[in-house]
């Protein structure tokens, strides 16, 4: 049997309101789609995807979005039939981080981080450091009030004294500080979407090698009265 193509994908898929879409691969030719279902999103919506406040996609996002490799990279589209006409209501990007004849695996190199959320009578206050269970010995933390921008994540990790270990440090390997950046940006982003919220902390956070993201070891969570 011959393996399926990845950019010949097509499937239909029901909704929840009981209509429906078809999933394909994206084109090369969906940019204009693409620009046009950005316009369409709202401050907030484009808020919690880009982390920052955003006008317009740039010709080289709207390339990384539909010029893929279907490899290393894929991507599908959402398309819904409107008034006669095939549009785009949804995108999805797929990353592999293996080779296609090896089982899926993480980078054993990693930097310990943490985050945590307390509320206080200014507003909620997100704290980050570095080092895992020795940041309580070394107090060497950052704070913010949220909502935090973009450049305060990376502020408040410039701030660190630990954050060489970021770099790399006696021979120790570079950790993703892009991926504690896009970590500090979505708490931010979901203590403004959660009220309830309380009281948050990721610890530790394991930040893998640049490129591999980071990963929740442990969390704990305190909603309007009650641990989670």
Known sequence: MTPLNP???????????????????????????????????????????????????????????TDLDFGARLGLAAIHREDGEDKIIGVAHLFRTSRPDEAPRFPIQETEGFLQVSI??????????????????????????????DLDAREMLAG???????????????????????????????????PELLELELNPLKVLLPGHGAIIVDARVRIAGRVV
Not at 18 to 33: F, M, Y
Not at 127 to 148: I, M, N, S
Not at 177 to 185: G, M, T, Y
């Open 120 to 149: 206080a009578s200014l507003g909620p206050i997100l704290v980050a450091g570095l080092g895992g269970v020795q940041v309580e010995l070394l107090r060497d933390v950052a704070f913010r009030l949220t909502p935090v921008s």
């Open 7 to 65: 950019r010949d994908y097509l499937e239909p898929a029901a909704l929840r309101d009981g209509g429906s879409v078809l999933i394909r691969a994206i084109r090369p030719t969906d940019k204009p789609q693409i620009e046009k279902l950005f316009g369409h999103l709202g401050p907030q919506s484009r808020w919690f995807r880009f982390f920052q406040a955003k006008r317009s996609l740039t010709s080289q996002e709207l390339s990384e979005l």
């Open 160 to 194: 660190l004294r630990t954050a060489k270990l970021l770099d790399g440090f006696r021979g120790s390997p570079p950790a993703d500080r892009q991926a504690l950046v896009d970590a500090i940006l979505r708490i931010s982003a979901l203590v403004e979407s959660v």
